[in-house]
């Protein structure tokens, strides 16, 4: 029963992996505005569904026109799933109306969280959620014009609740962000709650706190707020610790918020001082990087090299994500993440890998780029990253193309002196497939190789697991002291699931999985 529902889920794994994150939220969001449109029949929502029509045409016709005329006078590539992403958030956090004025403060909200995007942008990469500037700016607005309407957060309704939480799970799922927005809504119910308390204590009231608990979470903004908007890669920072600070920041303030004036600091604003703290964290990390030549290391595994034009920060093992704009591009969009060979001490050089052979859109657009030429980086994420402690014990486990983040750390290592215990265990489908041979030979680790045919000319302390199948039987047997290291392993999920019995083993696991480009 185990083993099927683990396969099940290595399968939905794959299948979402196909999708880009941004095209998936589309679905999802759309998805959600069809359960919304087809409840609102029933009067079960705030809004009525001509009302929900109506701001719905009201939102897109301001968004694609600002858009529209960014594309045409600064030049910038039009993204249509970030221009419907902005509409759908809008839809569901400000308040659907007939009245003329409403109508003009909903275009006014979606002009502005448009143009958020390229006036509050820095390197590449916009600082604000722009829906929430949208927003907030209306809310601000509506203090000295009531009638153009704020912010109302109707999502928040238990009969909404349900599909947010499956449409939101399959969103976290892909974006790997389940923890850093768990973290938030465990702060923004729990400081909600004692407020709760607080007040009905200060009127004298009976408190019910069970009744109080449920309402919070299914009838608050909370899911809707960090399922689709806390967790945007663009405005969070790098680091999985980063993030949790930046969850909690937003938990606190969405959860008591502050009144300043006749504004207060929760939900939609309370993101956008998240945001703020984000964008210090990450204040270096969105560049443009010109490609400088490529080279064939495999029959099928190619090598960029990049030169970075400005201050480029990351750790070893970390991975980037970069956009190559394109006419027609396919499910996954116009950007991709890509683990950084290259060790951060031989920076200004970038260097990414990749695996040829797929027909994506984006691969073929990628093809094309000259040397020359320059990419736009829109960040760098991930915390496979090695032990703080350098007399940790490692196992590092590889597969294929996701070899890539451990040559960035052995490369790191070698070149800062830091000498470890590290093991290394590399899967490829033929011999003719070991990437980099030479920095691997260079750090001087133990390699133990699974491919099917034995490959000739071994480097000293390398060895073919000959005769010995890959799975946890046999990761055991050529990794014996695996429960006295820390175990990362990088390859597609079918593997990882694989060798997870043996993996529980190390005191600890970090895993990079993946499911192709």
């Given at each position: ?485 820390h175990a990362y392993i990088s390859g597609p999920p079918g593997l990882i699931s694989e060798l997870a019995p043996a993996l529980e083993r190390a005191r600890s696991i ?8």
């Open positions: 029963m185990i083993s099927s529902l683990t396969a099940a889920w290595t399968r939905v794994f794959a299948l979402i992996g196909r999708i880009s994150m941004y095209r998936l939220v589309v679905w999802a969001l759309v998805a959600l505005a069809a359960i919304a449109f087809v409840e609102s029949f029933f009067g079960v929502l705030a809004p009525t569904p001509w009302e929900l029509l109506a701001a719905w045409a009201v939102l897109g016709l301001a968004c694609v026109a600002v858009d529209a005329l960014a594309h045409r006078l600064l030049g910038k590539a039009w993204r249509w799933e970030s221009t419907l992403i902005t509409v759908l958030i809008l839809l569901f956090v400000l308040r659907p109306t007939l009245d003329p004025l409403g109508l003009v403060g909903l275009a006014v909200a979606g002009a502005v969280a448009s143009a958020s995007k390229y006036v509050l942008a820095w390197q590449g990469r916009h600082i604000f959620n722009p829906a929430a500037v949208g927003a907030t700016f209306l809310t601000v607005l509506s203090v000295w014009v009531p009638e153009l309407g704020a912010s109302a957060w109707w999502v928040g309704s238990p009969y909404l609740a349900a599909p947010v939480i499956v449409a939101g799970f399959l969103v976290l799922f892909r974006t790997e962000k389940l923890r850093v927005v768990l973290v938030f809504l465990v702060i923004a119910v729990a400081v909600a709650f004692f407020r709760t308390a607080s007040q009905y204590q200060t009127a004298g009231l009976a408190f019910d706190a069970g009744t109080v608990f449920w309402q919070l979470l299914w009838s608050s903004p909370f899911l809707f707020l960090g399922v689709f908007m806390l967790s945007e890669p663009l405005t969070l920072p790098p680091r999985r610790w980063q993030q949790f600070v930046v969850a909690a920041i937003v938990g606190v303030l969405a959860g008591w918020p502050i009144d300043v004036g006749g504004v207060s600091l929760g939900q939609e604003r309370a993101l956008l001082i998240g945001n703020l703290v984000a964008f210090v964290f990450a204040f270096r990390s969105a560049v443009r990087l010109t490609l400088v030549e490529r080279v064939a290391l495999t029959p099928t595994v190619r090598e960029l090299v990049f030169h970075a034009r400005r201050g480029f920060r990351f750790s070893a093992g970390q991975y980037l994500e970069l956009e190559v704009a394109h006419a027609h591009a396919d499910a996954r969009g116009t950007r991709r993440e890509f683990s950084i060979v290259s060790a951060p001490e031989e920076l200004p050089t970038v260097r990414i890998a990749l695996r040829e052979g797929s027909q994506s859109s984006y691969k073929k657009a990628l093809a094309r780029v000259e040397p020359g030429q320059s990419l736009p980086v829109t960040g760098v994420w991930g915390d496979f990253v090695l032990p703080s402690k350098p007399t940790s014990p490692v196992l590092m486990v590889a597969a294929g193309i996701g070899v890539t983040p451990f040559v960035s750390q052995l490369r790191h290592l070698r070149l800062s002196s830091d000498d470890r215990d590290v093991v290394f265990v590399y899967v490829a489908s033929g011999a003719e497939e070991l990437a980099f041979r030479d920095e691997l030979e260079a750090s001087g680790v133990p390699v133990i190789v699974f491919t099917r045919d034995e490959p000739t000319d071994l480097p000293p302390r390398w060895r073919w697991a000959r005769g010995v199948r890959l799975d946890a039987e046999g990761l055991l047997q050529v990794v014996p002291d695996i429960a006295e290291r970090t895993t990079d999985a993946f499911s192709g480009y």
